[in-house]
């Protein structure tokens, strides 16, 4: 069909200051420069085949931004070559002290939301190949994203205690709100304890009745978010339960353990709940 496009070229893209988020580009995303004129606009490439995929255009430090929910570009996806190659930007993200918004697990592939220095939405992102598709239809229907394609490794305490830190939240005690749960005195010793929870993951002794290997990634993930096919699986996911229960003397009701075996018992009946 003629009339039908073949790709889409690029985004154009409003900035601040051209220099400014020409440089957050190449230095975060490695991306290529055909052309540049200060003060003015930059053309952008990760493929060099292309002779811009984002187009940088000034318009003044003084400029509003775009406001959630207004009509207009809700994020640029930029896709990886590989699930490694993704892991990796994620760290450059966290080494770099870029606030990650959400990582989320569409299928057939996974993404992770962040902002540029003027608030314009960025996902970075790997997917499946077609062959690999259960589908060519429908591919973001529910029963597709419930499948475990995906898991991130078990995070660390100091993951958590960052993470907690990175995201907005609204939290508010004695009619206060609070600035930063990890340090303000009535919910730092909270987080401290399910930090060493997180911690307990990696632990040399225990770490292996904690985690198992996602058959997807390779990598170790909380024994909490699986879904038991077998009785030795249901088991293994008890003694971690445990571990975690012992360790808190049974005081902490409401563990990491608790939300995420209920989320992987709804994914393991998804056709019944559909």
């Known amino acids: 069909m003629s009339y039908q496009p073949k790709h889409l070229g690029h985004v154009n893209i409003y900035v601040r200051n051209v220099e400014r988020?020409?440089?957050w580009y190449s230095d975060l995303l490695g991306l290529h420069t055909y052309a540049f004129y200060p003060g003015r606009a930059a053309f952008m490439s990760a493929d060099l085949d292309k002779?811009?995929?984002v187009a940088l255009i000034e318009v003044g430090d003084d400029a509003p931004g775009q406001q959630p929910g207004e009509v207009g570009l809700n994020h640029m996806a930029w896709m990886m070559h590989s699930l490694d190659d993704l892991k990796e930007l994620y760290q450059r993200l966290k080494d770099r002290g870029?606030?990650?918004?959400?990582v989320s697990d569409h299928g057939i592939s996974i993404g992770i939301y962040?902002?540029?220095p003027d608030g314009n939405g960025i996902e970075v992102s790997y997917e499946l190949p077609p062959s690999e598709w259960p589908r060519k239809e429908q591919i973001f229907a529910r029963d597709i994203l419930t499948k475990e394609h995906w898991a991130m490794p078990a995070r660390t305490g100091r993951q958590y205690i960052e993470g907690l830190r990175e995201q907005r939240r609204e939290v508010w005690l004695r009619g206060e709100r609070v600035?930063?749960?990890t340090t303000q005195p009535g919910l730092a010793g909270?987080?401290?304890a399910i930090a060493s929870l997180s911690d307990m993951q990696h632990d040399a002794k225990v770490g292996r009745e904690m985690t198992y290997i996602s058959p997807t990634s390779g990598d170790r993930v909380g024994l909490s978010f699986i879904i038991p096919r077998t009785k030795e699986e249901l088991e293994a996911r008890r003694v971690m339960m445990l571990n975690w229960a012992r360790t808190t003397c049974?005081?902490?009701?409401?563990?990491?353990d608790f939300m995420n075996v209920t989320f992987a018992a709804w994914a393991g009946a998804a056709e019944y709940f559909a």
Do not use: C, L, T
């Not at 870029?98 to 959400?102: P, S």
């Open 21 to 23: 988020s020409h440089k």
């Open 51 to 53: 002779s811009h995929e």
């Open 98 to 102: 870029i606030a990650i918004k959400n």
């Open 114 to 116: 962040f902002s540029d």
């Open 179 to 181: 600035k930063d749960v």
């Open 190 to 192: 909270g987080v401290r």
């Open 250 to 256: 049974g005081m902490m009701g409401r563990s990491p």
